[in-house]
Every structure is written in structure tokens, then in C-alpha cells.
């Protein structure tokens, strides 16, 4: 009987609910951006085949990963990388030209 006390005394009262998922709301945002970019990928270029993708997700193990979101953050990455290049470049002191990154004669 003592134990069944402590136990109810442990309980939380639903003032005191705890949270089971964390709250992520750069995730939440970054997830939508990436679902209108490959909505709209999707729609604009149709030889982007979904259930291709699909298939490879689901062959990388990513089972809940919807494809036009994949395909989103893709071309996310695709713009995202020439700008971040542009940006880091610099400040470690690289040239960001084209031209110096080719091979001296």
C-alpha cells in the first residue's frame, strides 16, 4: 500500500502536462520553406519523378521524409552554397573569384 502512495503522489496534475516533443521552430520553418520549393520545383519541371525519389529515400533508410521536401532542401542547398561561399570566402581570407581557381600555367 505504501508504494501505490508514492506512486500517486508522483503523478502530474494536467496544469504540470509535460512536453514530449521539443518545440523547433527554425526546423518548423526550414521544413515549410523547403515543401513550397520542391512543391514548386515539382510543378514546374515534371521529368522530376517523385516516386523515383521516393525509392532512393526509402533506400537510404529515410522512411518519413516526404520527396518534395528532400527535393526542396536540395535546391535550397543547390542556391544556398554558392552564397555561403560568397560570404565565408572572405572572411578566411580566399579570393572569391572564379579565376583563382584555376590551376597556374
Do not use: H
Amino acid at each position: 500500500m505504501q508504494t501505490l502512495g508514492r506512486i500517486d503522489a508522483c503523478r502530474f496534475s494536467s496544469a504540470e502536462a509535460v512536453e514530449l516533443e521539443p518545440r523547433r521552430p527554425l526546423r518548423n520553418l526550414a521544413d515549410r520553406l523547403a515543401n513550397a520549393v520542391g512543391t514548386r520545383a515539382g510543378e514546374r519541371f515534371p521529368s522530376l519523378r517523385e516516386g523515383e525519389i521516393r525509392t532512393v529515400l526509402m533506400g537510404a533508410g529515410l522512411y518519413k521524409t516526404p520527396p518534395l521536401r528532400f527535393l526542396g532542401y536540395r535546391g535550397l542547398a543547390a542556391i544556398g552554397a554558392p552564397f555561403l561561399w560568397l560570404w565565408f570566402a572572405p572572411k578566411v581570407g580566399v579570393p572569391t573569384t572564379l579565376g583563382t581557381l584555376s590551376t597556374p600555367d
